[in-house]
């Protein structure tokens, strides 16, 4: 118990110092799954859109793939995309292994499926004729996918919230495409994974509740926006 | 005369099933088409077609005369639909109203004047500011009419807009439409499966049953003259009884009913079998026994059978020597005294009365 | 509602975006890096963070030190995923250079490993004369031992020890398999109260949180050798060889082999390594 006593002073000592490092750190959590969610976002919102309003062969199909991808485990999904971006992979002339934007694709590939499927329920929520209520008011096609954006904000924020907690507690993935390489790639997460390795528990529990700190103060920014719409 | 929107030839299936065929079918600018059917009778697929909003399998929709394929969305932007659940967006009342206009991008100081007019004229200016989720349906319906009218469409289509509604909210709207439409004369398809809606704001009536029309025409011929039966049940005709045709003089036929011979005005019916049709608001009752006073040629004894009363109205159902029906008021009722087993004569003229070729269960294509 | 093919354009915008997105990333990809591979508990001494840095300075390169299990690094080795290997796994390493994997195999420094267990020593390992003998009573009093089981450096030492014993611990119950890293590896040994092997500069960097002691040392056979080897620029297409060559050049030259001499000897009044650089691999381990 003294550990995470220990921890919890250790945290106050680092936000009150600054330490450069952690918030280094912590800048690059935020902006690495920072990026992932909104690649994600752009994915979910397009996937789910015609998984949500179209009716074609496989549909059926395809909700259960991306149902499936929800459960993926994260290191799975990072041990495919390194394969795919070490030297000796098929994608290797693009040196994007051991760098953040390798942590991106590998977090995006885990967020996707999330914000997919809870985009699908959002869309699938509202009324079946709203679409061609707007068509018939005039509006095309890309006027009508923003409107009904809009109209389903309240459930996509959920999506939102919910991709960027995967993406950001992340560790496996992100160790195996990103290097934890200091000053490069290295994340709270993975920070974390390495303090334990050293036996350094007082800055691992730091690091976690810094991380902890991050969520919460992301998901407070967005529960305020989704409760302001909700009581418009 | 050009029409301003047609279908030519269409056939609209789900999957295996053929829901709609309709060879021909005009709206002429300017009037109010009611389409008129039971539910699932394809009337709603008909809207979608008309407003450009579903592709027909087969045939065309011309639109002024042209075929409209490939500038569907420009001339959706001519027009505005009003569907049976209102489907405001999660915001105030009057962006709701001012939506289409911002699709069409006109600019927020125009905006704003159209849609305050519209706003008034539906009575709901005091809403403006209120969310769209926190109204009433009779509300929501309003909001929904002055979101259409606000585009000033050149066709405007209503599918069921009043069918959610209660009866007194519905009929209000009613009134509140007629007086609008009377004013701007857009062009409308009205969709309904409440024959009073259609007798009151139609120019012309489209029966539309099992995805065929039965019959299109001036409200009051298709209300009178129903062209079958299933037309007839759905116009509120009662379909009396099958006659056989005794004589026939200048269009005056001369009917063998049960055991009683009754006089219509028809054409086309010199020999052969037919249904009499009359409307209940037509057979006219009297006590049995008095001078009938009246133009009416046909006088008949009838035994009433059954009395149904809902609300002021009253139905007496009758054997005149065939089934009748006749639709007094409630005053009429307790005046006569009449009861189940009493004897009254029924009364209605040959123009009232209407003939249906026996059989006839299709219009021929 | 069937409509007709409503959302090509707004599939023709995503897929656009996503092609302008790998452009940029594939610009973005680090050309000039190079890759190190070596081993955790290579890294977890921090050795290499004190030594890099100098080396990135001097040459202007961004290095970029993954750490894995040796298994993998070796296995990066073969693939061409990695530019150096810096490991201490002695005969895996001739047979990489053997298979035409690895060239220019160059000896950088040493320490040794040291048999570890609580202190109250239920084994009696105190009194063995060499770590044979430490193993053996292990092995007698049953008591018990973390292995690493994962194919590194470590790990194949402890188990040439075995098989030197002619004894083979697996499936006994007091023998269990962490399958990770030293430090991980070094905590479960310490909550259970058992023995381990570990190497000595991994041990001093974490011995403030450890109640594990020193049982035995001293033993040539405990010696960890620790070898640098460029991957084989001829086998694979993108091998960084100069930047390579460099790296070797620099691990041994004499500024470097000093830096190594005095590193952990502030935090743990001795040093964790003992230079190497041109030394005849049968005569180390004069302490």
Redo the contacts between chains.
Sequence with gaps: MDLIWDGVGEAFRILATGDRDVWEIALRSLLVSGSATGLALIIGILAGAALAFRRFPGRNLAVTLVNTGMGLPPVVVGLVVAILLWRSGPLGDLNLIYSPAAMVIAQTVIAAPLVTAFTVAALGSLPPRLRPQLYALGASRLQMLWLVLVEARLPLLAAIMAGFGAAVSEVGASIMVGGNLKGETRVLTTSVVQEVSRGEFAPAIALSIILLVLIFLVNLVLTSVQQHERSL | MTAKLSLRDVAVRRGPREVLRVPELDVREGELLAVLGPNGAGKTTLVQCLALLERPAEGEVRFEGEPVAGRELALRRRMAAVFQESLLLNRSVESNVGLGLTLRGMPASERVGRVAHWLARFDVAALAKRSAKRLSGGEAQRVSLARAFALEPEVLLLDEPFSALDQPTREALIEQLADVLQETRITTVFVTHHRDEAARLADRVAVLVNGRLRQVGPTDEVFTTPADETVAAYVGVEVAAAGRVVDETDGLVVLEVGDREVEVIAHGFTAGEALLCLRAEDVVLSPSGLEVPGSARNHLQAVVRRIVTSGAEVRVELDAGFPLVASITRRSLEDMGLAVGCSVVASFKATAAHLIARGRDRIDA | ????D??R???RL?AG?IVA??AF??A????D?M?LATT?STF?SGLL?ELVPVFEDQYGLNV????VGTGQALEMGR???ADILLVHAPSAEEELVAEGFAVDRTLVMYNDFIVLGPESDPAAVGDAPDALAALQAIAGAGEGFISRGDDSGTHKLELALWDELGFDPTGESWYEESG??M??T??IANQRDAYTIADRGTYL??L???DLVIASEGDARLLNIYHVMQVNPDR?D?IRDDAAAAFVAFLVADETQAIIAGFGVAEHGQPLFVPAAGLNVDELGDP
């Design positions: 509602m069937h409509l007709p409503m959302l354009p707004t599939y995503a975006a997105l790998l990333s594939a973005c990809g680090d050309e890096a890759i955790t977890d963070d970029k030190i993954i750490a693939r061409g995923d990770q890293g430090g991980a070094l905590q960097a974490l403030d949180n450890l694979f993108d």
